[in-house]
C-alpha cells in the first residue's frame, strides 16, 4: 500500500487561509497585542542570553511562571510585565490604535 503524500503548507498560508473566516480573524486581532508583547520579551531575553531560570531569580519568581508567560498561558499583571521589562532593559509603552 502507498503512502498519500501531504502537502506542507506553511505557517504563514495557513494563517492567510484561516484569516478569511470571520470568526478566527477577529479571535486572532483581539489577541494580537499579546502575541506582540510576549514575541518581544522572549526576543529581548533571548538576544540579552538569558535564561528564563535566570530572569526568573532577577524579578523573583520562579521559571515556571516565566514559561507560562511565554508559552501564552498566564493572565499577567501589568506590574509582572513591567517587571520583566524592566529586567531586559526594555521600555514598556502602551499605544492607542
Do not use: C
Not at 470571520?22 to 538576544?47: N, V, W
Amino acid at each position: 500500500m502507498k503512502k498519500k503524500k501531504r502537502a506542507f503548507i506553511s505557517w504563514k498560508g495557513h494563517k492567510a487561509e484561516m484569516m478569511k473566516d470571520p470568526e478566527f480573524k477577529k479571535a486572532y486581532d483581539d489577541l494580537e497585542l499579546e502575541f506582540k508583547l510576549i514575541s518581544a520579551i522572549l526576543d529581548q531575553r533571548i538576544r540579552k542570553g538569558v535564561t528564563q531560570k535566570q530572569l526568573a531569580e532577577k524579578v523573583g519568581t520562579k521559571q515556571s511562571a516565566i514559561a507560562r508567560f511565554e508559552s501564552g498561558n498566564a493572565n499577567p499583571t501589568l506590574a509582572f510585565v513591567k517587571k520583566l521589562s524592566d529586567a531586559l532593559d526594555l521600555k514598556l509603552t502602551i499605544h492607542g490604535k
